[in-house]
């Protein structure tokens, strides 16, 4: 079972209230995860609260963090979404920015998956053919060269001879940041290969040689619309693409997830953590701005009160919900906002 942990960064720095003007609205930036999930609450919130609809960016968890630690005042988003927990850098620069009291809430599960046209072969990957196929260094003849491996076969005999090419996520994005994660940096593989050790002693050096990602056109990055990527698997049947499990189970009419180590992207081994490449989603939330932008408590409480009775239209549009523990975890933690 996955283990997630719910946190309240609060760092405690005086911000007169005439420094955090109001606004009517509430403003929402980050993941395209987990975008459909937020614009679908926050059209709800505006169609049966008192209050504006939130305005709702899908710009990338990265991208969103930089926004979203800029500063407080008007011109600053109140909430930020990712697919990923904000990094150390991130909270450092909302300290800086005088960004002092963050409420992070996760507000259910997803997976990365790779998937093809379902017109085409289903691919079965371990975690070392994805590993092969994606890192930008190969072993040839006992040392480490640029990846050269250019066909399937060259992977794993098992695997078709087509060419590879995979439209993926950016590195900006919380996606991409998953695969470095689980696969790149696993430890029981790349960082704990002899070959890596013995041209990277340095271990920061290794990590950034393992999370390394070809670049050689195999591998192709595409901005945070997945529905690009949809396009690139419909006009190239050979071509495989890296997006969020929510996606893919809209687009069942045309792509097919691949099993990882012989696991199914599907709800249940998401939501039990068989499947390796599932991870939380999260909400952060501007406590200053609670008592400037109007609805944002409100707001804020909405989306705490579906994820907690599980909506049956967020699960339709392939958001997993948490399990009733994770759902109480929540609840304390926004006890003083409830």
């Not at 092969?132 to 399937?152: H, I, P």
């Not at 599907?266 to 501007?286: F, H």
Request: proline share 3%; with cysteine; aromatic share 12%.
């Amino acid at each position: 079972m996955l283990r997630f942990f719910f946190l309240i960064f609060i760092f405690i720095v005086f911000v007169p209230l005439s420094d955090v003007n109001a606004r009517k609205y509430i403003r929402i930036v980050g993941s395209s995860t987990i975008f459909p999930f937020i614009s679908f609450i926050a059209e709800d919130f505006g169609r049966v609260f008192s209050f504006k609809t939130p305005v709702v960016e899908s710009i990338g968890s990265g991208s969103g963090f930089k926004m979203f630690c800029s500063g407080i005042g008007e011109n600053t988003p109140d909430i930020a979404t990712s697919s990923r927990p904000i990094k150390d850098v991130e909270k450092e620069l909302c300290e800086r920015n005088k960004v002092s009291e963050v409420m992070e809430i996760i507000i259910g599960y997803d997976g990365v998956v790779i998937a093809n046209s379902n017109r085409s072969y289903k691919f079965d990957f371990t975690k070392k053919d994805l590993f092969e196929t994606l890192s930008a260094y190969s072993q040839e003849s006992g040392k480490l060269v640029r990846n050269n491996k250019n066909f399937w076969f060259d992977i794993n005999p098992a695997l078709p001879k087509t060419e590879i090419k995979i439209y993926g996520p950016h590195q900006n994005s919380g996606t991409y940041n998953t695969l470095i994660n689980f696969i790149m940096l696993d430890q029981y593989s790349c960082m704990s290969s002899k070959i890596f050790k013995e041209n990277y002693s340095d271990l920061e050096e290794r990590r950034k040689a393992c999370s390394s990602i070809r670049d050689d056109g195999r591998y192709i990055e595409v901005g945070s619309n997945e529905n690009v990527i949809i396009q690139k698997l419909k006009s190239n049947e050979d071509a495989l693409g890296i997006f969020s499990f929510s996606f893919l189970i809209r687009n069942q009419d045309k792509v097919q997830g691949s099993t990882i180590a012989g696991i199914e992207p599907t709800y249940e081994n998401i939501s039990s953590g068989k499947y390796i490449l599932a991870r939380p989603l999260y909400l952060y939330v501007k406590k200053e701005h609670f008592n400037t932008v109007e609805g944002l408590r409100e707001f804020i409480r909405e989306v705490i009160n579906l994820i907690s009775t599980k909506d049956e239209y967020l699960s339709k549009l392939g958001l997993i919900p948490l399990s009733s523990g994770d759902i109480e975890k929540v609840l304390i933690k926004a006890h003083d906002i409830m």
